[in-house]
């Protein structure tokens, strides 16, 4: 099993910037694609964004594209998004992901592992 712990979520003003971090431990290797998802109250879990093991393929949901990155440390088994630009709408629990297949998919079945997410709430 793979645990994850995501950090960084907090308050921010329309129009700032947050660094989400997640930190995996336990059976990283058994951890190749990753991703981070969202999910606001009474929403379905929503696509954020996905990196395979070496960081040269990324996926985006098409609210996010241009204003959010994602990258990992592998040496540091560590996953980040970094948000710039936000919106109130950006609001949600955003959840860390690990999955053990080599190709990033946004779709929540394919991950294996999650973790119990950050609050990141933006004011208008």
């Known amino acids: 099993q793979v645990q994850l712990v995501e950090s960084g979520g907090g308050l921010v003003q329309a129009g700032g910037s947050l660094r989400l971090s997640c930190a995996a431990s336990?059976?990283?290797?058994?951890?190749?694609?990753m991703g981070w998802f969202r999910q606001a109250p009474e929403k379905e879990r929503e696509f954020v964004a996905a990196i395979n093991w070496g960081g040269g393929r990324t996926l985006y949901g098409d609210s996010v594209k241009g204003r959010f990155t994602i990258s990992r440390d592998n040496a540091k088994n560590t996953l980040y998004l970094q948000m710039n630009s936000l919106k109130p709408e950006d609001t949600a629990l955003y959840y860390c992901a690990a999955s053990g297949t080599v190709i990033p998919t946004t779709t929540p079945r394919t991950y294996d592992n999650w973790g119990q997410g950050t609050q990141v709430t933006v004011s208008s």
């Open positions: 336990g059976r990283t290797s058994s951890m190749y694609a």
